[in-house]
């Protein structure tokens, strides 16, 4: 889902789909939650929403996609925080759980996908990878720079 401000009262649905920007979400697995619950995507003419909304659909998990030029501090301490704060937004289980996170950005290139992946399999699956790098960046920067 999308979210505009550090202080979001409302959200916009952004579905699991075949763009790039879910690349990561379908590699991992991930059920969509919104699309489950009936929700329209954003760019199919899917309405806005609000915290009364998410409680009802109450995902274990939270992706927001908005936030990638936050680091993962910024982003805790903005829009987590309020989100914990929130008198609804405290409620959701993804909140009470820490499991918010920042979904990556619309458009991804292969490599943005790979930090994306790797990314999102440790925040989700931590006991399953852990800290595990999923991939060499210092070979894939060889191969960008063409010194391999």
Do not use: C
């Not at 609000?50 to 990638?68: C, H, M, N, Q």
């Not at 903005?78 to 820490?98: I, K, P, W, Y």
Request: glycine residues 8%; hydrophobic residues 35%; without cysteine.
């Amino acid at each position: 889902m999308t979210a505009m401000e550090d202080e979001p009262t409302e959200f916009s649905p952004n579905l699991i789909g075949k763009g790039a920007d879910s690349k990561q979400w379908r590699d991992l697995e991930v059920r969509d939650a919104l699309a489950k619950a009936g929700m329209k995507d954003y760019y199919a003419g899917g309405p806005s929403f609000d915290y009364e909304t998410l409680l009802e659909i109450d995902p274990d998990v939270i992706a927001i996609i908005g936030f990638e030029d936050y680091s993962e501090k910024k982003f805790r301490d903005t829009v987590v925080e309020f989100m914990t704060d929130h008198s609804v937004g405290s409620e959701l289980q993804a909140v009470t759980d820490g499991n918010v996170f920042r979904a990556g950005p619309y458009y991804q290139d292969p490599i943005i996908n790979l930090v994306l992946t790797e990314r999102a399999a440790n925040q989700l699956y931590p006991d399953a990878f852990g800290g595990v790098e999923l991939y060499d960046p210092q070979r894939v920067s060889a191969i960008v720079h063409g010194t391999f």
